[in-house]
């Protein structure tokens, strides 16, 4: 018969158990802390002693992590206590340390690896190397007890970035071939180096490679920097292309530096087709502005003379005399700014041409012209400008007809300069253009007799042949047109030069290449050399006939305009001594005197010569670079003293027409000097040109060299006493300076 109640005797303590049915009873027992000796019993029955065996529990009594953070970092190590979940950078070295109860051994499971850990005196250690994002768990155990409710720990890893690049590019203001760069890098940890890289292409293909670092701050995170760029330094050939980058990379010590580039960029070098086409097209747009410049000039001079000449009359500056000059001072402040923006073409054209080959004198030539375009806008155009503002706000009429005089000259004078340096422009450009055929005729004549000997080697498959002897035709053929245009170009100028279109060589060569192409289309290799080679020596030959015309041609033109200079100067010298002359007789003679008035009239014949000598020297002028700008500026003041002086002879006014007789002798010997100038640095060009009478010829020039310059001197020291008798008071010693300017006229 089964009990109807059980107990349980725990040592000195019975506890009753719980009935569940008639044969189950339970009893829990908590918090077990060591063995216990247990009896049941029920219905007058005592059980057997039952023995509960208490093991001992492991446990986990602390957990610290040191953090070993990548070199490249530059941080020290970090400890962290009860560690549990960790940030750290990528490439850290964990170290944990355990301390231990109970326990003769550690589970540590790092994402699902599992690693047991031998624990000696309580404790024990595990490291890694943390790359990713990772989950770790620690679970203590001996030889009774593993425990299973281990906690899970997350390590979060920050990953190195990537560095980062920011370039702003501009270019120079005068040259196309320089680039500057400013910019910004900046990175999470710092840098390993920063580079600037260009590679040069040509079919697509990389042919050369070119890296230079620059120096930055490592260690820091932002860095600036500036880098100016030559691209002249990459020595590109015509047609290839430079596609060039920053690289910026980082200092990551984990996986290796990260390199971000910046924007590729790519420049192409135009062919020499290509950039021929932009220097005439430049060309032709600098000569449009120049004409567009010369017509304004000329409406302000003729402008300028109505206002001047409608105050004669005026007492004062009327409403309407207002409106008119601030007109014209809109008009003239045009005029300035669109000078500006000729001298900043011109400046632009001359970069661009820099690619092409030039002689020493087409480069001194250019040198000259640029000077005039530099020189030909006078600063005292600003200052006579605020000067007549202020005076007509003053209703100054006199001295606002005296500055508009003085704006009409000036205007004149400038549009003379401008038409002569576009006559001295476009002089240049046929020179330019002749010379750069004569050097492609050069080129096309090496690679007409190289594809001959390839032909006659037959190396090559005749496909290839036959696509090099195209190449060369079409070549040909764009030469002839720009002799055709260079023809007209030489037409259009005011004294063409001497110079034949050599179209029937031409049509030679271009029927020998032809013939070249007929016999690789039949494959009779031998015949096509020997046609490829005609045609490169005919070629040789018309690139030495267009050289040697040119060199005449130039030769002939300098003679020609040194003659003419120096008979100028004679005639200039001679009319200076007649100035004098009537000079001083008027001063000595009263207005009354009978002789007074053929005096005057041989005061309006000077002036006639002058004018015939103005003429003479402005035509002069259009061809000689060397004739500086302020010649024909003189000349402008000879014809407006000169005026004035007839002008007061008229009214009998000899000590005012004695003053403006001064001031046109110290012109007129200003003048002397230019031209005596100019024409020595025309004889220097014949002594520097190519040979072409020996030893007594070189010898000849020395001598003419040492003699102008003599004479220079001369003409100087003249100068230096016209202008001091002028100042006394306008005496000149009787006949002794005109005596001295005679002389070196017959020297000259």
Do not use: C
Request: glycine residues 4%; charged residues 30%.
């Amino acid at each position: 018969e089964l009990p109807a109640e059980v107990y349980v005797e725990d040592g000195k303590n019975t506890y009753k158990l719980e009935k569940q049915n008639i044969s189950k009873f339970n009893y829990s027992i908590k918090n077990i802390q060591s063995d216990k000796k247990l009896i049941f019993k029920g219905g007058g029955f005592s059980s057997s002693v039952f023995t509960v065996s208490v093991k001992p529990r492991p446990e986990l009594l602390n957990a610290t992590a040191t953090l070993n953070y990548p070199s490249y970092l530059g941080k020290k190590p970090e400890v962290i206590a009860n560690v549990g979940d960790i940030l750290l950078p990528e490439g850290t070295r964990v170290t944990w340390n355990f301390k231990t109860g109970q326990s003769n051994s550690l589970l540590f499971i790092l994402n699902g690896k599992e690693n047991v850990l031998k624990v000696d005196d309580d404790e024990s250690a595990f490291n890694a190397t943390i790359r990713n994002n990772s989950k770790y768990s620690i679970t203590p155990k001996n030889d009774f007890v593993t425990l299973s409710d281990s906690l899970s720990h997350q390590i979060t890893v920050i990953k190195d970035q990537s560095p980062a690049i920011q370039v702003e590019e501009k270019p120079d203001s005068i040259s196309n071939k320089a680039l500057y760069f400013s910019g910004q890098v900046t990175d999470d940890y710092g840098f390993s180096r920063l580079s600037f890289k260009y590679n040069i292409k040509e079919n697509n293909k990389i042919i050369s490679s070119f890296s230079k670092n620059i120096a930055i701050k490592a260690n820091a995170t932002e860095n600036t920097f500036f880098y100016f760029w030559d691209l002249k330094t990459a020595s590109a050939k015509p047609g290839q292309e430079i596609e060039y980058y920053f690289e910026i990379a980082d200092n990551d010590g984990v996986n290796g530096a990260k390199i971000t580039r910046s924007e590729i960029k790519t420049f192409k070098q135009p062919t020499k087709k290509e950039t021929a086409e932009q220097v005439s097209a430049n060309s032709q747009s600098l000569k449009q502005k120049v004409q567009s410049a010369i017509r304004l000039a000329n409406t302000i001079e003729k402008e300028s003379k109505k206002v001047a000449e409608s105050l004669i009359d005026k007492k004062q500056i009327s409403f309407e005399d207002k409106k008119q000059i601030e007109a014209l001072l809109d008009k003239q402040k045009q005029l300035d700014e669109a000078v500006k923006e000729i001298k900043e073409q011109n400046d632009k054209n001359i970069q661009q041409q820099e690619d092409q080959k030039q002689t020493e004198e087409l480069l001194e030539k250019q040198k000259q012209i640029k000077d005039l375009f530099d020189n030909v806008l006078d600063e005292k155009t600003k200052e006579l400008l605020q000067k007549l503002q202020n005076l007509m706000n003053e209703k100054n009429k006199d001295q606002t007809q005296n500055e508009l005089s003085k704006m009409q000259l000036d205007n004149k004078t400038l549009k003379n300069e401008l038409d002569r340096i576009l006559e001295l422009y476009k002089q240049l450009e046929f020179e330019q253009n002749l010379q750069n055929d004569i050097d492609r005729l050069n080129e096309l004549a090496k690679e007409q007799k190289e594809l001959s000997k390839q032909t006659a080697d037959k190396k090559q498959d005749n496909e290839s042949l036959k696509q090099k002897q195209d190449a060369l035709n079409r070549e040909m053929k764009d030469l002839k047109d720009d002799l055709k245009k260079l023809e007209e170009k030489n037409q259009s100028l005011e004294k063409p030069n001497p110079f034949e279109n050599p179209e029937k060589d031409v049509q030679d060569i271009q029927k020998e290449q032809q013939d070249s192409k007929d016999a690789l289309d039949k494959k009779h290799s031998k015949g096509a050399s020997q046609k490829q080679q005609k045609a490169g020596e005919q070629m040789e030959k018309l690139s030495k006939k267009m050289s040697d015309m040119q060199q005449q041609g130039e030769e002939m033109e300098n003679n020609l305009n040194a003659k003419e200079l120096r008979k100028l100067l004679e005639n200039l010298l001679n009319t200076s001594f007649e100035q004098e002359k009537v000079m001083l007789t008027l001063k000595k003679m009263t207005s009354a005197d009978p002789s007074y008035i053929s005096n005057v009239q041989k005061q309006r014949s000077i002036k006639d010569n002058l004018k015939t000598i103005a003429d003479s020297l402005y035509a002069l002028s259009k061809r000689v670079p060397q004739i500086e700008s302020t010649v024909n500026e003189e000349m402008n003041k000879i014809n407006f003293n000169l005026d004035k002086s007839l002008e007061s002879l008229g009214e009998r006014r000899t000590p005012e027409a004695n003053r403006y007789q001064q001031f046109t002798m110290t012109s007129i010997n200003n003048l002397s000097l230019m031209l005596s100038e100019a024409l020595n640095q025309l004889q220097n060009m014949q002594k520097n040109s190519k040979p072409g009478g020996g030893k007594k010829q070189k010898q000849g020039m020395k001598q003419l060299s040492q003699m102008q310059e003599q004479l220079n001197k001369n003409m100087q020291k003249a100068k230096e006493q016209m202008q001091k008798s002028g100042q006394n008071q306008g005496t000149v010693g009787k006949g002794q300076m005109s005596q001295e300017f005679g002389k070196m006229a017959q020297q000259q």
